[in-house]
């Protein structure tokens, strides 16, 4: 009984991931005595889309393949490795945050990206994008997953990690990203995402090179919130990918770094999605 409000507050917090896309989430991790000083007053918190929340799921008629994808089955067998391991998963978030670590560093781990129509389409899992815009004779752009170590370029034709825009200590930091996801909070001058298998949640950590990382998840003392985009970097990111158009407008968050205690400016590009 004595950690009985701690996992209540756990509990929670999966609840609100249930509910919510990704990015915004619970609180209080990180909270003190200073967390007030970090309140934000400049605009409501988001209202976000479920459509967006990831679920790495497996029904399809080719085994490894995730639902609804087009997926070859020699891809299918190349992603069972990863089926198969998440199958396994138990034990507690800590074990399994570094079980999934030790996994990317050795074999990769799935990757949401863009993948622009090119000659290899039969090489690559995706789906078709919700964006009215994505699917146009001359414009053919799907959503995809790839597996793989890290966010670093890719040399497979035709996939893209987003790009996202940090301001750190009066930089400008650029990083690749998953495609469509927001940070739940800043580590130093690391955007940590977060991503679940199963019942099983943990962060993304990337660097602006591209390296990842597994990490266990730390609650910010607040969630992101929508900001106006500063105008020094307002038209740093492109709206298209490799001459497709892929999204409509960049979109700014301020985000909790847990490192110096204070919220950070990030900028997004926005699809339909």
């Known amino acids: ?36 000083k970090f309140e934000s007053s400049a605009s409501k918190q988001d209202n976000l889309n ?72 039969e090489k690559i899992i995706h789906w078709n994008s919700i964006c009215q815009s994505h699917s146009t004779k001359n414009n053919k752009v799907y959503v995809a997953e790839i597996i793989s170590k890290n966010l670093k370029k890719i040399k497979t034709p035709g996939i893209h990690f987003e790009k996202c825009l940090l301001i750190h200590n009066k930089k400008i930091l650029k990083f690749p990203i998953p495609r469509g996801q927001i940070p739940l909070y800043i580590d130093g001058n690391r955007p940590v995402f977060i991503s679940n298998i199963g019942n099983h949640y943990f962060g993304l950590r990337v660097s602006s090179k591209g390296a990842l990382n597994v990490v266990p998840i730390k609650f910010p003392i607040k969630p992101p919130v929508t900001v106006d985009c500063p105008e020094k970097i307002k038209n740093k990111l492109n709206l298209s990918i490799d001459g497709k158009k892929v999204f409509l407008h960049p979109h700014c968050k301020k985000i909790y770094n847990g490192k110096n205690k204070k919220f950070e400016i990030a900028m997004f590009m926005r699809a339909c999605i």
């Open 1 to 36: 009984m004595k950690h009985s409000g701690k996992n209540q507050l756990t509990i929670s917090y999966i609840i609100v991931l249930l509910l919510i896309t990704m990015p915004l989430l619970a609180t209080t991790a990180w909270s003190g005595p200073n967390e007030n």
């Open 50 to 121: 479920i459509e967006n929340f990831p679920v790495y799921k497996t029904t399809h008629n080719n085994s490894g393949c995730p639902e609804n994808s087009y997926c070859k089955k020699n891809l299918g067998k190349k992603r069972s490795r990863w089926v198969n391991f998440v199958t396994t998963l138990r034990g507690s978030s800590k074990f399994v945050t570094r079980k999934i670590e030790a996994f990317r560093a050795k074999h990769g781990i799935p990757i949401d990206v863009w993948y622009i129509e090119k000659e290899n389409r």
